[in-house]
């Protein structure tokens, strides 16, 4: 069964400063999909970016971009220039391309006026 | 355009009371998924639509829960006997199937609170 962990409950960042927020996940496919979703209390989920993993090239967003090891299984997200409306639970999430996410636990991003 | 809209966005209920929460994708999208987030987690994987036929019903946690999407467009998950593990937060999901591939849009979800 797939997995998707992030082991950082919380983060804090300086307003301006880069940040990275970790995501590891297991699976056994050869093709697939990874997010980053932003949840800020409001409960929306908004995408953030996304990453198909037959694509060797990292995801860029603007601010936000991706570092993909496929081999190593990992997906984490650098927020550059980090703003104070960057304040979310961000989580990870991988689909194998059928239909339902699987999420992890999420990250708590605090930033730092 | 309008995004996925649910409703009631707070839903308190009594121990032992049906509840019905509804979602309104996003029009023309074929897949509606609903989770369930409970406090402090991720959200998970309750069930999924292809239009009218729900073609997973995997994640559904007891057969209290039973969701509907009758005419392929709102979706209905009811929730009878409510428990107070039932407590969380409801989140709906809309996704255009074939456009941008696998990509959920979510609405603002539903807060449950059993007491």
């Known amino acids: 069964a797939q997995t998707v962990t992030q082991s950082q409950p919380e983060m804090s960042v300086q307003e301006a400063e880069t940040v990275t927020l970790s995501c590891t996940y297991d699976t056994s496919e050869s093709d697939y999909y990874l997010f980053w979703y932003k949840q800020p209390p409001s409960r929306q989920m908004i995408l953030v970016i996304r990453?198909?993993?037959?694509?060797?090239q990292n995801a860029t967003e603007n601010r936000f971009s991706v570092n993909f090891q496929k081999a190593a299984k990992s997906f984490s997200l650098k927020i550059s220039d980090s703003q104070l409306g960057d304040a979310a639970m961000y989580f990870c999430a991988y689909s194998s391309g059928t239909y339902k996410y699987i999420f992890g636990t999420g990250t708590r991003l605090k930033v730092l006026a | 355009g309008a995004g996925v809209s649910q409703s009631p966005r707070y839903k308190v209920a009594k121990r032992g009371q049906d509840v019905a929460l509804r979602c309104d994708p996003i029009s023309g999208h074929v897949s509606l998924f609903w989770y369930q987030q409970a406090l402090g987690q991720g959200p998970e994987f309750l069930t999924y639509f292809q239009n009218e036929a729900q073609l997973d019903k995997s994640g559904l946690p007891s057969d209290r829960f039973f969701a509907e999407r009758p005419e392929g467009s709102v979706s209905t998950l009811k929730i009878q006997r409510t428990q107070q593990e039932d407590s969380a937060v409801y989140l709906c999901?809309?996704?255009?199937?074939?456009?941008?591939?696998?990509?959920?849009?979510f609405g603002p979800g539903t807060r449950l609170t059993v007491t």
């Open positions: 999901a809309s996704s255009l199937w074939g456009n941008h591939p696998y990509e959920q849009y």
């Open positions: 990453q198909e993993a037959y694509k060797q």
